[in-house]
């Protein structure tokens, strides 16, 4: 049961540091980051309660998903296990599989351009409620990042604003990897003055080398991977 144990450490840690920015209790979102972890490590979360997820590629969650009998988005199925958990979408997603992310996940992270937010909404039609997506940007100069540039965030806040299926909830990035959690608190303090600017209330921000500072900048939603299930074997990239 660690990953029991490792939730509770990472919650008690997400209180810490909320209490330290003068932050009211229980405002932060922990999304456990379970890509590359087997469906028992899933199980194993959630009996711990733990109910937002991510995961970070679309094909790898689709198998994942299979083994732990999730609907779709809108079937009905009367009971099934891991109700009411909330999977989250943290890799960048390509256009051409849009349709499918937006039926097996509810929050998508890595919203960065206007076609895919055009094709998200085109792919939502029929379904009740708007999908909650995220602007990831791009603060860091390394070429491999991916996520729209910050000269580009509000001409795209805008197009998707006027989308009627999406919902523009915040911003997401993640700064350049870095043993000291310092280096990147001014990545985390522009995504939150970005934020300001665009009145919008959600930040996705910090991962498990840097949350705490994260929390302190702003952080809305955290993603932990790693403190939480242990560190992840390498894996091919597609
Ligand atoms: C893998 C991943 C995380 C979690 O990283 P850890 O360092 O294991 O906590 C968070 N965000 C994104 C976008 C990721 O791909």
Redesign the pocket.
């Known amino acids: 049961m660690f990953i029991a144990e490792n939730l509770a450490a990472v919650k008690a840690r997400i209180e810490v540091a909320l209490r330290r920015a003068g932050r009211p209790a229980g405002s932060v979102t922990l999304v456990a980051?379970s890509?590359t972890f087997p469906p028992a490590a899933v199980r194993e979360a959630y009996a711990a309660g733990q109910r937002h997820f991510?995961e970070?590629r679309v094909q790898e969650f689709d198998a994942k998903r299979k083994e732990l009998e999730l609907p779709d988005t809108g079937e009905s199925k009367a009971r099934y296990s891991l109700e009411g958990a909330v999977w989250h979408l943290?890799?960048h997603l390509q256009t051409n599989k849009a349709a499918r992310a937006s039926r097996i996940f509810q929050v998508i992270h890595t919203v960065d351009s206007a076609r895919l937010a055009r094709r998200l909404n085109e792919v939502r039609a029929g379904h009740p409620d708007r999908l909650p997506v995220l602007i990831e940007v791009k603060l860091s100069e390394e070429p491999a990042k991916t996520g729209v540039e910050e000269s580009q965030v509000e001409k795209l806040a805008e197009e998707i604003r006027r989308l009627e299926r999406l919902e523009l909830r915040g911003l997401m990035t993640?700064p350049p990897w870095s043993e000291d959690p310092e280096r990147s608190r001014p990545y985390f303090r522009r995504l939150r003055e970005i934020g300001q600017r665009l009145g919008t209330p959600e930040l996705s921000m910090g991962?498990?080398?840097d949350f705490e500072a994260a929390i302190e900048e702003g952080a809305t939603i955290v993603?932990?991977?790693?403190?939480i299930f242990g560190k992840?074997k390498p894996v091919a990239i597609e």
């Open positions: 980051v890509k991510g970070n943290i890799g993640m991962m498990t080398n993603r932990v991977g790693t403190a992840r």
